[in-house]
């Protein structure tokens, strides 16, 4: 098979997804694309470029398009609307991909399109009427959210169950019931955290506004 970036950036990508991000480096990657170190350097200046490409394959599956569609007038898609729809696309990228998570996030961003995908949500956020000074914090705080649950999606659907809690402890045990099965999944604590986080911004904007 001939090596480009497109295929090198594939093979870094399930590398990371098999053995996490602290498997990711010239040399394991080699390896795993059967060629030697030096050949990669055709591809890619280093490391640090193989993460930035990486995360613009994931910004590619983020949908932004919806935020163009906010207007200041009351015909236009609502900014909290167009906020819900970007945090579940940004899920639904991540959570195929839950060990890039830390990756990413402590790996200084350069990669253009990941710009481009800030200055669209900040762009309708402002247009939504918030203030230009909180945008960043209200992206960021969805952005966080939406990160964490990432990592809950994957999680054991036996991360909590009342069988481990034993006898000792009655409350965790009465809400594990599986009465409550369906309100305590991580979909559908995804659901009620987004939804509940973003009630709290619409709040948020007109105490300011």
Partial sequence: MRLNQDRLVDAALALVDDLGEESLSMRTLAARVDR??????????????????????IVAGIDVQVFSGIEESSESVPWDRALELWARTYL?????????????????????STYEMYDSV???????????????AVMRSVEAYVLGSALDIVAPVDLITQESAGD???EIRGALDPRFGE???????????????????KHRLEAVS
């Fill in 168 to 170: 000792r402890f009655a």
């Fill in 92 to 112: 639904r990228a991540f959570a195929d991909h839950p060990n890039l998570i830390r990756l990413l996030a402590t790996t200084s961003i350069r990669d253009l």
């Fill in 122 to 136: 900040i762009g309708g956020l402002r247009r939504g009427g918030w203030p230009q000074g909180q945008t960043v």
């Fill in 183 to 201: 309100n305590s999944s991580a979909v559908a604590s995804f659901e009620f955290g987004l939804t509940s986080l973003i009630q709290g911004l």
């Fill in 36 to 57: 030697q170190v030096s050949s990669l350097y055709n591809h890619v200046s280093g490391r640090g470029e193989l993460i930035e490409l990486m995360r613009a394959r």
